[in-house]
């Protein structure tokens, strides 16, 4: 009679381990999925936050440099292909966040274009609007690049967690799936050739 108390009391605790380490692997998954979904609201809403000050900056250009008609045309379209691509956090793969990035790129190599066009009109360079459009843009920059970093550092640690030894084994790969985080763009690991 003890001997079958013990083997049954063995039984239950097994299984009680079983269990609390189940639901320690689920809440922790949870926890950094939610994690990763909110750091890649941050990054979206970085990046809204770039596509709202373009408009203005726009304006401010077209005043001083109207006739500067294409680049800014080049401007607004990428701006209007950048914020219509919106990607549900929770299916981001690796092709969607290719697609989001070359938005995004087609935008930045937008603005790059317009702030060379600007170098050519000394009073819009001094403008106090766009001087502080222009700081307003820098910052937003930085916050992206901020932003992108700790959504991939989010996206690492989920993975770490999910494509652990007990986590594989116990978690549903279809909700628990692994996320792709941003890359550097192609041709990004050389310097740029500068000619004078």
């Not at 009073?123 to 820098?138: G, M, S």
Request: net charge positive; hydrophobic share 40%; aromatic share 8%.
């Amino acid at each position: 009679m003890k001997r079958s108390y013990i083997i049954l009391g063995s039984i239950g605790l097994l299984l009680l381990i079983g269990i609390i380490t189940y639901i320690s692997v689920y809440n922790k998954a949870v926890s950094l999925q939610e994690s990763v979904d909110e750091k890649w609201s941050n990054v979206q809403s970085a990046y809204q936050r770039r596509a709202d000050l373009v408009p203005n900056l726009v304006k401010t250009v077209k005043a001083y440099a109207s006739h500067e008609k294409e680049t800014l045309t080049a401007v607004i379209e990428a701006r209007s292909k950048a914020t219509a691509v919106n990607i549900d956090p929770s299916k981001l793969d690796a092709e969607s966040i290719q697609k989001f990035q070359e938005a995004q790129s087609g935008l930045s190599s937008a603005l790059s274009k317009l702030m060379v066009v600007v170098e050519q009109y000394p009073d819009l360079k001094a403008n106090k609007n766009f001087l502080e459009l222009q700081a307003q843009l820098e910052g937003t920059e930085n916050r992206i690049k901020q932003e992108r970093d700790k959504y991939n550092e989010a996206i690492k640690e989920y993975n770490t967690h999910i494509r652990g030894f007990f986590s594989s084994m116990l978690l549903n790969k279809e909700t628990f799936s692994k996320r792709t985080g941003f890359k550097a763009e192609a041709g990004s690991d050389k310097a740029p050739e500068v000619k004078f």
